[in-house]
């Protein structure tokens, strides 16, 4: 079965949908046309399935030619150099799973000296919320809808998407901290990251501010997700960065204008993919 998003815009939208009362086999195809792979989500017309790229997709559409160049360059540095280049992806992974434990359980039990050192500095900045509503899944009842699959299917996931917007994701937090609901993301980086940049801000930090910016919009995207599909509104959100050194972790606010300005870009970045998604679908 061949499952396609539409052509144009989240806003003219979904031109093609899975028939009705089909449940797809998988969750999360790739599409043959772009690479990209999409996840197969509710069609809120009807009882059929859409299907949308994850939010990462999304924002690395915004990447130039140079600076992809750049990454694959690294890339093979890694590889000749006898280092994995997907190791700092495996450790996140690792350390995301030392979190959900220490939040679900109030324990964690980092299995080396690397991920204890990253874990060690992120964890005080998770103590101060008072309740966590979500953590990589549902964490209170009336969410159910969010899985994709019946409880006991290995392939099972639980992800919150956007029929405006076009796209899904899975959260790493949604949490209370004194009154204020906040969509949190958990990184791991062998540097800091960055708030500013410009002119009089250090080369070697260009990098950390787009991470910085990056996760932002990442925390935006899911912020709309979770007001369409949860029917919650999120007043702010919460970055934390684990460092290499031992009790060391950086945490960024976004509020006000600055959540509100970062929400508008990555809408335009969703009308742009699915512009160039659409131009690309079309021509083959």
Known sequence: MTLAPAAKSPSSFWTHRAPH??????????????????????????????????????????????????????????IAAGRDPNAGRERGTRVHSLLEDYIRTGRADPQSEEDHAFFSGMEAYIEAYQEFLWNERPLRS????????????????????????????????????NGVRVVGDFKTSNKPYFRCHGSRVPKHQELGYKKYKKTVRQLCAYRLAIREILGLETDA?????????????????????????????FKRMSVEFWQRFGETVQGR
């Open 142 to 177: 009336g969410w159910e809808h969010c899985w994709s699959a019946p409880e006991g299917d290995p392939k099972r996931l639980a992800r919150v998407w956007s029929p405006s917007w076009g796209f899904a994701g899975t959260p790493d937090l949604i949490a209370v901290r």
């Open 21 to 78: 009362a089909l449940r797809p086999d998988e969750p999360r195809f790739i599409c043959t046309a772009t690479g990209i792979r999409l996840y197969y989500v509710p069609d809120p017309g009807g009882d059929g399935f859409l299907a949308v790229p994850g939010v990462t997709s999304i924002l690395g559409g915004d990447q130039t030619p140079e600076e992809k160049e750049r990454l694959e360059a690294w890339r093979l540095r890694e």
């Open 237 to 265: 959100l919460h970055i934390i960065v684990g460092l290499p050194q031992e009790g060391k972790a950086q945490q960024f606010w976004v509020q006000g204008p600055e959540l509100e300005y970062e929400t508008e870009q």
